[in-house]
């Protein structure tokens, strides 16, 4: 059996759904002739018809806004950011009309945004950003960010089945990078909202996501080689809704926690988690829960700027090793 | 010393010496462009390469139609612009390599940087943001009663954007001295410019807002500078915003990586034969604007003030990392360093 990528298995969510379903179509910028700049679409206006692979101006609100129209009228629309950092433009059109729509209004609006997000490619401040926190804050959407293939594909399965606004955030550093085994014909669904023990653990746990999966995975690698620690590495999948119950389950049965994501620490999504944590599992701490984010600026291009701005699977080492001598 | 055959009197009001320098500014942009292409494949350039090829003459004619204290802010393209006002080949080099010495100390990359004095303002990467943004810097020269102008460049892509809307039409109700130049190249990344708008001609919005509209060949630098310096004249007399729609085509990939697989067999070639320096040259030759040993001393200038560039900053270093979290706001002076550095000693 060959390894499916990453980005592949994106890809194979979409057209699979695509197959399933014909009110499933895509509406993004260069998504046709080009597959969109990392070919996440390769193929699939050759295949589905420049009806239901849609090239638009360059419009984030239109895209979004027009995606949320037909998805009253019962279409399952699926948007590309071209880079994710441009969702910024469709803000007032995911927070004050989608993520509000069936609440107020009554409407459903089943439609999933997504794109490439996320740093370590030297992309600069623009082509870098890891959007979900500024999301977070939203009743009404939902937020998922794969870390392995298999996640990638299920969870895009999943965002298009879904009933209400997905936002999908895709990581480009793992595109080609993370490759594994997808049985064949296997139906492939992650259910939102679930998170996956990654590593299990003992000692200590690291509740991240995304890429970040990763360097804790390497981290806990190092930890269990060199300190003899059990990490456990919890990768959430999914931020909105949060599974609550997973993490609380972790910190009982390891009582140390570590928080890690690749944005900034300032509003960040760990701080919601921590006070999760807190609320719910403050008893079975053996140390205050901490956090590991990048630094609170914008995220700069070179690459001695980049590597000292995010975190990076030494920090978590160092982190992890604070918390267990605690 | 070849004295030309006949000499026709230069257009537009330029001098000889002016029509020599548009060649100049063009040929500046192209070589310093291949320089890059070079060190992009060598993997000095840290991160993507964008080339104006055959787009030239309308960045450098546009801008060349500013007077010193205008303010321009370039799109991905507009290289030749940043260069005519002023920023140098040096920086442009040192920013695309991410040097510690770069005008945004290795933060910032391309040509994403500012010099006001000069007067260009870097652009952000969300397309269509610095309309406004150019509409505020015009709305300080309007409210200072200051005679200056503020310059703008959009794609045929980027005119598709909220805030290119917001942006002109916010002008254009203030009587702003605003000029606003579309680059119509044909494409946004794959996307054909019929695919961005139902009008028949860009600079047919140019109505629809209640301002002037004009259209030229952006692949000829002198037309490019008259219909830009005539917009320049009407902002600064009070005569608010102009639409320019410069056409033109762009030859290479979005970007250097893009294999532009979307672009029909035989429009590149077609292209290739309306070169803006190529036609620039000729008419500087038939016309008798220019002698060979002119051209050749343009040329010998360029060469030399790009070995010259690259020779200083080729080596220099990235910057250091402890430079990363100032500068955030003016006060505090700095992000604190996070608490896992700190415990990692
Ligand atoms: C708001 C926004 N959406 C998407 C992008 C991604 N993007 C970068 S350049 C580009 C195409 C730009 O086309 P155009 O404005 O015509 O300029 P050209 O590249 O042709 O010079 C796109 C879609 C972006 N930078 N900003």
Redesign the interface.
């Known amino acids: 059996m060959t390894e499916t990528t990453y980005l592949e298995a994106i890809r194979q969510g979409i057209w699979e759904e695509m197959e399933r379903d014909d009110r499933v179509f895509l509406i993004g910028e260069d998504i046709g002739a080009l597959g969109g700049p990392f070919r996440v679409t390769e193929g699939m206006q050759a295949r589905f018809g420049a009806e239901r692979v849609i090239d638009t101006p360059i419009s984030e609100q239109a895209i979004v806004g027009a995606a949320a129209g037909a998805a009253h009228m019962g279409l399952r629309p699926v948007c590309e950011m071209q880079f994710i950092d441009f969702i910024a433009c469709a803000y007032d059109m995911l927070t004050n009309y989608v993520a509000t729509a069936r609440y107020r209004a009554g409407l459903r609006t089943p439609l999933v945004v997504r794109g490439p997000s996320g740093g370590y490619v030297r992309g600069g401040p623009f082509h870098s950003q890891n959007p979900e926190a500024a999301f977070l804050h939203t009743p009404g959407l939902k937020i998922v960010c794969p870390a392995t293939a298999r996640d990638a594909k299920g969870l895009i399965k999943a965002a298009i089945r879904d009933e209400d606004p997905v936002l999908f955030f895709e990581h480009k550093y793992l595109y080609r990078r993370v490759k594994e085994e997808l049985g064949d014909g296997e139906e492939i669904l992650t259910p939102i909202g679930q998170a996956r023990i990654a590593r299990g653990g003992t000692d200590l746990t690291i509740v991240t996501w995304s890429a970040m999966v990763w360097k804790a995975l390497e981290a806990a690698e190092r930890l269990a080689v060199e300190d003899g620690l059990s990490v456990e590495v919890l990768d959430l999948r999914s931020l909105l809704p949060l599974d609550e119950a997973a993490i609380v389950a972790s910190v009982r049965k390891t009582s140390r926690v570590l928080v890690a994501h690749e944005d900034t620490r300032t509003g960040g999504v760990a701080g919601e988690i921590i006070a999760r944590i807190n609320e719910l599992a403050f008893e079975w701490l053996d140390a205050p829960a901490r956090r590991v984010a990048a630094h609170d600026v914008p995220l700069p291009y070179a690459p001695t700027l980049e590597d000292f701005v995010l975190p990076q699977t030494d920090d978590l080492v160092a982190a992890c090793r604070w918390l267990a001598t605690y | 010393m070849t004295s030309p055959q006949r000499v026709t009197p230069p257009p537009a009001g330029l001098t000889g010496v002016q029509l020599l320098d548009l060649y100049y500014w063009m040929r500046l942009t192209r070589s310093l462009e291949e320089r890059l292409v070079s060190l992009h494949r060598q993997g000095k350039v840290?991160?993507g390469l964008f080339r104006s090829l055959g787009q030239e003459g309308d960045s450098v004619g546009s801008a060349y139609a500013l007077d010193p204290g205008d303010i321009l802010s370039p799109l991905i393209r507009n290289l030749g612009s940043m260069l005519v006002k002023g920023a140098t080949p040096l920086e442009v080099l040192r920013q695309y390599m991410?040097?510690?010495a770069s005008p945004?100390a290795?933060?910032?990359?391309n040509i994403?940087f500012n010099d006001l004095e000069r007067g260009f303002l870097g652009q952000?990467?969300?397309?269509?943001a610095m309309v406004p943004v150019m509409a505020g810097i015009a709305l300080y020269f309007k409210m200072t009663r200051q005679p200056r102008v503020g310059l703008v460049y959009v794609g045929d892509?980027?005119m598709?954007?909220?805030?290119f809307h917001e942006g002109i039409n916010f002008a254009a109700v203030q009587r702003l001295p605003l000029v606003v130049v579309c680059e119509n190249n044909g494409y946004?990344?794959?996307?054909p410019a019929r695919?961005?708008?139902a009008a028949e001609r860009l600079v047919d919005k140019a109505p629809g807002y209640g301002i002037a509209g004009v259209r030229a060949d952006g692949n000829d630098v002198v037309a490019t500078y008259e219909v830009t310096r005539e917009a320049v004249r009407r902002a600064r007399e009070g005569g608010g915003v102009t639409l320019v729609e410069l056409m033109t085509y762009r030859r290479k990939g979005h970007a250097e990586h893009d294999d532009q697989?979307?672009v029909p067999p035989g429009e590149i070639e077609a292209w290739e034969g309306n070169d803006p320096i190529d036609r620039h040259l000729a008419r500087l030759r038939t016309e008798g604007w220019a002698t060979e040993p002119d051209i050749a001393g343009v040329d010998a200038r360029v060469r030399r003030e790009l070995d010259a560039a690259l020779a200083q900053c080729l080596d220099e270093p990235?910057?250091?990392?402890?430079?990363?979290?100032a500068g955030?706001y003016a006060d505090p002076p700095a992000?604190?360093?996070?608490?896992?550095?700190r415990?990692?000693g």
């Open positions: 840290v991160g991410a040097k510690a945004t290795g933060r910032e990359l994403h952000v990467s969300p397309l269509g892509g980027a598709s954007t909220g805030a946004a990344y794959s996307t695919l961005q708008t697989r979307y990235f910057p250091d990392a402890s430079t990363a979290l955030v992000a604190p360093v996070e608490w896992y550095r415990a990692a």
